[in-house]
């Protein structure tokens, strides 16, 4: 079975160069990723011995990403959808991404979830990320496009981001599932799901044992080592 990811994504923080790199060092655990702000990356690159280096988007050239050492890129985060990025661009980022050997993860996921809906039905949640895939998905036509592992989906449902209210991991497993069924029906393609949304360290564990997640992708709780830890040592 394959190691857990845990991915730690930082968004626009921390403020200042020093707190960046005090905080990789921190955070410098094996099996995990950090992605810092673009502006600190080269830095960060520097004092990172464990951990692998990721890009919160492909803002650069994919080339001069790996020169920089990064090795995942996150695509696609709601920050990004919010500001104007369409479905067309993210999947044309997605697909450069692949196509040259950088890890891709896409993240997908509904704005909210419908009342009236029984709760472990989620019958409207997959019809939007069924819809989301199909469109972010387009141009991964087949397996020789995609180096074995290199696609990962992180379910983020918006409602859960940065919201300290997270998803029941019960659902976030049948929604797991439903992507990994989905995607290998249309493209023929394994991806690994990862889920994101408020995750602590006191429910980390939980999400982690549970079926059809293969890791996690931290915002908050990835600023604050102490708590990234505790979540690594779960992985
Ligand atoms: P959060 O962010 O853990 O702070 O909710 C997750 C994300 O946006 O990737």
Redesign the pocket.
Known sequence: MMKKLIIG?W?MNPTTLKEAVKLAKASDKNGTVIAPPFVFIEEVAKVLKKATLGAQDLKISPEESKRLGVKYVIIG??DRRALGETDAMIAKKLKIAVAQGLKAILCIGEPKRESGIKNNELREAKRYIKNQLKKDLVGIHNSKFIIQNSLII?Y?PIW???TGQNDAPADVSEIARFIKQSIFKSHKLKARVLY????NAKDAKLFLETRNINGL?????SLKPKEFNKIIKNA
Do not use: D, Q
């Not at 992708?217 to 709780?221: D, F, N, Q, S, V």
């Open positions: 994504n968004k985060h709601s992180a983020e859960a981001i940065g994101g949304g408020s995750v992708l931290i915002g908050g709780a």
